[in-house]
C-alpha cells in the first residue's frame, strides 16, 4: 500500500439488499474512499444489464468505493483494473494455474461457466468521475442458476476461500494496480491480457447480435472483435464465450 493511503475500512453485515446500492449511498453521504462493505447475504444483488445476481451462503458479494478523480474517457482501465485484481486474489485458492481466466472486461471464467462477476458505477461530474463502485460477486461455495449461461463455483474446481479471507486480498491487489495505472496503463493492458482467454477465442457479443473472433485489446483497453478481414474496437457489451 502506498504510505499515504489510509487503510481500507471492511464492514461486514449480515444481510443487505445490494452492497454496491449501500455503498453507493454512504458515498452520497461524503464517505471517504477505501470502504469496502461485505454482506453474508443480499436480498436484491444485480448483475450486468439488469440481471439478478444470487448470493447464497458461503458466497462472496461485496462493494468498494473509490473516488479516482480521473476524466471520465478513463473509466474503462478500472474495469480492468478490477477484474485483474480479483482473479489475483482469488490465485492462492485456484486448484491449478490458469483454471480460470478473465473474460472482458472483468468476468471471471472456468472454461465456459462463469465463476464471478463485477459491476462497476460511477459517479461523474464535470466530466470527471468522482465516485465509483466496485461491486463483486463471486461464487465462493455455491454456483446459483443464471439465465442463458453456465456458472461454477470456487468449491466445484476444488478450491477454498471464505468470504472474511477474500476482502482484504482483493483490496490489497487493487491497491497494487491502482499504483500501476497512476503511472501508465500499459502494464495493466499486458497483464490483463495475459490472464484472458486467448487470443482466437470465437465470441459473440450482446446476445449474438456480433460474432467473431477476440483479437486482444486496443492500447485503450477496448475489446478488439475479429468479423472477417474487419477489426472494431468495442468500448461497451455484453460478451460470451463460444
Not at 499486458?190 to 486467448?198: E, V, Y
Request: net charge negative; charged share 20%; with cysteine.
Amino acid at each position: 500500500m502506498t504510505a499515504d493511503r489510509a487503510p481500507w475500512r471492511i464492514e461486514h453485515y449480515d444481510t443487505l439488499g445490494s452492497t454496491s446500492d449501500f455503498c453507493a449511498r454512504r458515498a452520497a453521504e461524503g464517505e471517504p474512499e477505501r470502504l469496502m462493505v461485505v454482506a453474508a447475504r443480499q436480498t436484491a444483488g444485480r448483475g450486468r444489464a439488469g440481471r439478478a445476481w444470487e448470493s447464497p451462503a458461503g458466497n462472496f458479494c461485496g462493494s468498494a468505493l473509490l473516488r479516482p478523480r480521473v476524466p471520465a474517457g478513463q473509466g474503462g482501465w478500472f474495469a480492468l483494473l478490477a477484474g485483474l485484481a480479483l482473479i489475483e486474489a482469488l490465485d492462492p485458492a485456484l486448484p491449478a494455474p490458469g483454471a480460470v481466466m478473465l473474460k472482458w472486461p472483468n468476468d471471471l471464467m472456468a472454461g465456459a461457466a462463469k465463476l464471478a462477476g463485477i459491476l462497476l458505477d460511477a459517479t461523474i461530474e464535470n466530466g470527471m468521475i468522482t465516485a465509483m463502485i466496485v461491486g463483486i460477486g463471486v461464487n465462493l461455495a455455491e454456483a446459483p442458476p443464471v439465465p442463458g449461461r453456465v456458472t461454477t463455483s470456487l468449491a466445484a474446481l476444488g478450491g477454498a476461500m471464505t468470504p472474511e479471507a477474500l476482502a482484504p486480498a482483493f483490496c490489497a491487489r487493487l491497491d497494487h494496480w491502482l499504483d500501476v495505472l497512476a503511472s501508465g496503463a500499459a502494464p495493466l493492458r499486458a497483464a490483463w491480457m495475459c490472464r484472458a482467454h486467448p487470443e482466437g477465442t470465437a465470441i459473440t457479443v450482446d446476445g449474438g447480435r456480433r460474432s467473431g473472433i477476440y483479437a486482444g485489446l486496443d492500447d485503450d483497453g477496448a475489446l478488439l472483435l475479429r468479423e472477417g478481414d474487419r477489426v472494431t474496437a468495442l468500448r461497451g457489451g455484453d460478451v460470451a464465450l463460444i
